[in-house]
């Protein structure tokens, strides 16, 4: 039975111990605040392990993962307390406040024989992990030649109203604390160390007219790799509908997942002549259906949920640790995601 | 209005917390049109207070400080609460997850408490809770929910945070009071409504589906109009002799949900509604409470057997206390306040 220690028990600890109620073989033995009321109220919920506002009487319990779900200031820091007093950690997104902290927690890590990993929860959600396995069985026909990833947001009063909100002390304020999902995918494929990356990025009017000008919520960045593969991110807090979507192109095929629907779909082969504008629609009809039919079957067996993601990623962390296995995001794809994300805000800002 | 009769002068500090809120700047704008003078108006953020600023306005007289903090801060409330003799306590959480409504309506007051524990010239805790503690569980149909009934013990189950959190606020202000003695009135206002809030119509039916579904019927609507029920948290605040006392702030001629939507609909706008008989509806809520739980949540509790009876089975409120004890009754008439909502919906705000 693994032990699961919670520290930071705002929203997000919510979601997570939400999920980790879950999953077998586990049991939560401490949950932990600095604010000792927030701490208390979460336990009672859950009625299960103690509460404390003090971490090292966590530590006391000797649990084998600590979820971190703090605000991201404090995940170095915190990340690095949990590791050496002898338990892996699963960090909320953003991992750190830059690569160099990732870096270093991640040797940490490794020194210890410990284990860590970041909350991008959505990387592991059934389309996501659709998208993975056609990859992997090489329906790209090759290495990926360009991706694009997309990512539409509606701002929350929550830090809109707060002058003192944590989001605004981040290196890349608003955008940093939900960057991480559509970069982290990005670094999933394009599977190199250090990319060249060209950012710009502006002021919706939407932010101008709330009298918000020193926080940048429209970016756009050209990602590259020498002569090899190419991505475009895409950050936008005005494009409507609200899209979340990724692309990648092949040197035989091309797919593109869409998070908010959880669809995968085949970019479909050309014909000739005016059977270009027949069939092609009439197949991707029949893909959309498909998709359709999967998300019912799949919500049928129980299996389609909107957390569905954060489940399975807790779960094969977990499994990792357990059985001494390898963790479900390797470390090189949480440094080349932070490394990109540190290259975006020391351009934009 | 008679100074004597009140627990503070006209020149006494008074704080408002929430004060950019809804509720909030129509307290500040009674508070000022009753006479004090010395207001301290706590609000996130400076930014967006155009209707805070536009009701203190006529008031060129008053000293009213705008204070800008988070109450998350013990520091900052600690500097907002310096010297105040009354404090109206209108911040709150009142978002979806337990945490965050938690987080802005129970840790939020208790700073607020130990902030005046060591104030010696305190004389109020005036706490804004809402109707919605209530269990009516014990209740029949159609009978009495008064300050006497019951708190619901089950609040969880019911899968509403904000509910929870202002259960656990007021918990926290009695607690504070037989530990410390610290002199608290608590406020129950029913639904709110006036100009600046567009949707309220969560007791006559639901629009999950993308259509309305009127569940109400024949069930009395717990109106309060924005003025009214301003006036009555004020009085709350004020009044000698009332420490310790719970008031339901609800207003005379409260419509049935189905007259109120009739209205609704005749004034804003016509649109789809069917109804749900409470049987149907209740039968509704047992299968999607049951699916909720076979599939681990699949589907969030949000509708469940208790919900539906706390929302629908049909209870009827009082203002008696109020008007007993504070001398309350409402300004503003039911033609003529839903007149100027209905207006506000139509038209917004020119
Ligand atoms: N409206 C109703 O129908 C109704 C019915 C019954 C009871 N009530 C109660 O009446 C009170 C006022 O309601 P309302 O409708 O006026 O709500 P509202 O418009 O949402 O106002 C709540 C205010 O609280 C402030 N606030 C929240 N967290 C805060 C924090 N950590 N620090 C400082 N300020 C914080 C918000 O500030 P921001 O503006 O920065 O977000 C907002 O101005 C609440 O206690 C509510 O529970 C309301």
């Given at each position: 039975?693994?032990?699961?220690?919670?520290?930071?028990?705002?929203?997000?600890?919510?979601?997570?111990?939400?999920?980790?109620?879950?999953?077998?073989?586990?049991?939560?033995?401490?949950?932990?605040?600095?604010?000792?009321?927030?701490?208390?109220?979460?336990?009672?919920?859950?009625?299960?392990?103690?509460?404390?506002?003090?971490?090292?009487?966590?530590?006391?319990?000797?649990?084998?993962?600590?979820?971190?779900?703090?605000?991201?200031?404090?995940?170095?820091?915190?990340?690095?307390?949990?590791?050496?007093?002898?338990?892996?950690?699963?960090?909320?997104?953003?991992?750190?406040?830059?690569?160099?902290?990732?870096?270093?927690?991640?040797?940490?890590?490794?020194?210890?024989?410990?284990?860590?990993?970041?909350?991008?929860?959505?990387?592991?959600?059934?389309?996501?992990?659709?998208?993975?396995?056609?990859?992997?069985?090489?329906?790209?026909?090759?290495?990926?030649?360009?991706?694009?990833?997309?990512?539409?947001?509606?701002?929350?009063n929550?830090?809109?109203?707060?002058?003192?909100?944590?989001?605004?002390?981040?290196?890349?304020?608003?955008?940093?604390?939900?960057?991480?999902?559509?970069?982290?995918?990005?670094?999933?494929?394009?599977?190199?160390?250090?990319?060249?990356?060209?950012?710009?990025?502006?002021?919706?009017?939407?932010?101008?007219?709330?009298?918000?000008?020193?926080?940048?919520?429209?970016?756009?960045?050209?990602?590259?790799?020498?002569?090899?593969?190419?991505?475009?991110?895409?950050?936008?807090?005005?494009?409507?509908?609200?899209?979340?979507?990724?692309?990648?192109?092949?040197?035989?095929?091309?797919?593109?997942?869409?998070?908010?629907?959880?669809?995968?779909?085949?970019?479909?082969?050309?014909?000739?002549?005016?059977?270009?504008?027949?069939?092609?629609?009439?197949?991707?009809?029949?893909?959309?259906?498909?998709?359709?039919?999967?998300?019912?079957?799949?919500?049928?067996?129980?299996?389609?949920?909107?957390?569905?993601?954060?489940?399975?990623?807790?779960?094969?962390?977990?499994?990792?640790?357990?059985?001494?296995?390898?963790?479900?995001?390797?470390?090189?794809?949480?440094?080349?995601?932070?490394?990109?994300?540190?290259?975006?805000?020391?351009?934009?800002? | 209005?008679?100074?004597?009769?009140?627990?503070?002068?006209?020149?006494?500090?008074?704080?408002?917390?929430?004060?950019n809120g809804f509720i909030g700047h129509k307290?500040?704008e009674?508070?000022?049109?009753?006479?004090?003078?010395?207001?301290?108006?706590?609000?996130?953020?400076?930014?967006n207070?155009s209707s805070l600023?536009q009701v203190?306005?006529?008031?060129?007289?008053?000293?009213?400080?705008?204070?800008?903090?988070?109450?998350?801060?013990?520091?900052?409330?600690?500097?907002?609460?310096?010297?105040?003799?009354?404090?109206?306590?209108?911040?709150?959480?009142t978002?979806?997850?337990?945490?965050?409504?938690?987080?802005?309506?129970?840790?939020?007051?208790?700073?607020?408490?130990?902030?005046?524990?060591?104030?010696?010239?305190?004389?109020?805790?005036?706490?804004?809770?809402?109707?919605?503690?209530?269990?009516?569980?014990?209740?029949?149909?159609?009978?009495?929910?008064?300050?006497?009934?019951?708190?619901?013990?089950?609040?969880?189950?019911?899968?509403?945070?904000?509910?929870?959190?202002?259960?656990?606020?007021?918990?926290?202000?009695?607690?504070?009071?037989?530990?410390?003695?610290?002199?608290?009135?608590?406020?129950?206002p029913g639904v709110v409504y006036g100009p600046g809030k567009k949707r309220i119509l969560g007791l006559v039916g639901i629009d999950t589906f993308g259509f309305f579904i009127h569940i109400g019927g024949?069930n009395i609507f717990p109106l309060t109009y924005i003025e009214n029920c301003a006036?009555?948290?004020?009085?709350?605040?004020?009044?000698?002799?009332?420490?310790?006392?719970?008031?339901?702030i609800v207003d005379d001629e409260l419509p049935t949900c189905r007259s109120f939507l009739k209205m609704y609909k005749k004034s804003v706008g016509n649109f789809f509604s069917i109804y749900?008989?409470?049987?149907?509806?209740?039968?509704?809520?047992?299968?999607?409470?049951?699916?909720?739980?076979?599939?681990?949540?699949?589907?969030?509790?949000?509708?469940?057997?208790?919900?539906?009876?706390?929302g629908?089975?049909?209870?009827?409120?009082?203002?008696?206390?109020?008007?007993?004890?504070?001398?309350?009754?409402p300004k503003v008439s039911f033609n003529q306040a839903s007149k100027k909502y209905f207006d506000y919906v139509k038209n917004g705000d020119n």
């Open positions: 039975m693994l032990k699961i220690g919670i520290i930071g028990c705002g929203r997000v600890a919510d979601q997570h111990v939400t999920e980790i109620l879950k999953i077998r073989n586990c049991e939560i033995v401490g949950v932990c605040d600095k604010e000792i009321l927030m701490a208390k109220q979460l336990q009672e919920r859950i009625n299960v392990g103690r509460y404390f506002s003090d971490v090292d009487k966590l530590f006391e319990l000797k649990p084998d993962i600590i979820h971190i779900t703090t605000p991201p200031q404090s995940h170095f820091e915190l990340g690095k307390r949990c590791l050496e007093s002898g338990s892996s950690i699963l960090v909320e997104k953003p991992f750190t406040l830059n690569v160099s902290e990732a870096k270093q927690l991640i040797e940490i890590a490794e020194k210890l024989d410990l284990k860590v990993t970041v909350g991008h929860n959505i990387q592991f959600s059934n389309a996501a992990n659709r998208l993975r396995n056609i990859i992997k069985s090489g329906y790209l026909g090759g290495t990926p030649v360009h991706i694009e990833s997309l990512w539409c947001h509606e701002h929350s929550d830090y809109i109203n707060d002058k003192n909100h944590w989001i605004r002390f981040l290196p890349g304020k608003i955008v940093h604390d939900l960057i991480s999902h559509g970069v982290a995918i990005i670094a999933e494929f394009m599977n190199c160390d250090n990319p060249k990356v060209v950012a710009h990025g502006h002021v919706s009017p939407i932010l101008r007219n709330m009298n918000e000008e020193s926080m940048v919520d429209e970016i756009r960045v050209h990602i590259y790799d020498n002569d090899n593969v190419t991505a475009h991110y895409i950050f936008s807090s005005q494009i409507r509908p609200i899209i979340k979507q990724f692309r990648i192109f092949g040197p035989k095929k091309s797919l593109i997942m869409d998070h908010e629907h959880q669809t995968v779909i085949e970019f479909t082969s050309n014909y000739k002549y005016y059977l270009n504008h027949f069939i092609p629609p009439l197949i991707d009809a029949k893909q959309h259906l498909g998709n359709f039919i999967n998300n019912i079957v799949k919500f049928m067996k129980r299996e389609h949920y909107y957390e569905a993601g954060r489940k399975y990623l807790i779960e094969c962390f977990y499994r990792s640790v357990a059985d001494n296995t390898p963790v479900p995001i390797p470390y090189k794809q949480i440094v080349l995601t932070h490394k990109i994300i540190d290259d975006i805000f020391n351009q934009i800002y | 209005m008679e100074e004597s009769n009140f627990i503070s002068s006209y020149n006494d500090p008074i704080l408002i917390t929430g004060s307290v500040v009674t508070l000022l049109s009753y006479g004090f003078k010395n207001l301290r108006c706590f609000v996130r953020s400076s930014k207070i600023k203190i306005a006529p008031f060129d007289k008053a000293r009213v400080e705008i204070f800008e903090g988070n109450l998350l801060s013990a520091e900052d409330c600690k500097k907002a609460t310096k010297h105040v003799r009354v404090l109206f306590h209108l911040a709150a959480g978002e979806k997850s337990f945490a965050g409504c938690y987080m802005n309506s129970v840790v939020t007051t208790k700073n607020l408490l130990e902030s005046i524990l060591r104030n010696k010239t305190f004389k109020r805790f005036v706490n804004v809770s809402s109707i919605t503690v209530y269990s009516n569980k014990n209740l029949n149909r159609n009978k009495l929910l008064d300050e006497e009934c019951e708190i619901d013990s089950n609040i969880i189950g019911r899968g509403e945070a904000y509910s929870w959190g202002k259960i656990m606020q007021d918990q926290m202000v009695i607690d504070y009071n037989k530990k410390f003695n610290i002199p608290y009135v608590i406020v129950r024949s006036e009555a948290i004020v009085l709350a605040g004020i009044k000698k002799g009332i420490e310790g006392e719970v008031f339901n749900m008989p409470y049987c149907f509806f209740y039968f509704f809520c047992y299968l999607w409470e049951k699916y909720s739980k076979w599939s681990n949540g699949q589907i969030p509790p949000v509708f469940n057997r208790h919900v539906c009876a706390i629908y089975k049909g209870t009827r409120y009082t203002n008696q206390k109020l008007k007993n004890l504070l001398d309350w009754k």
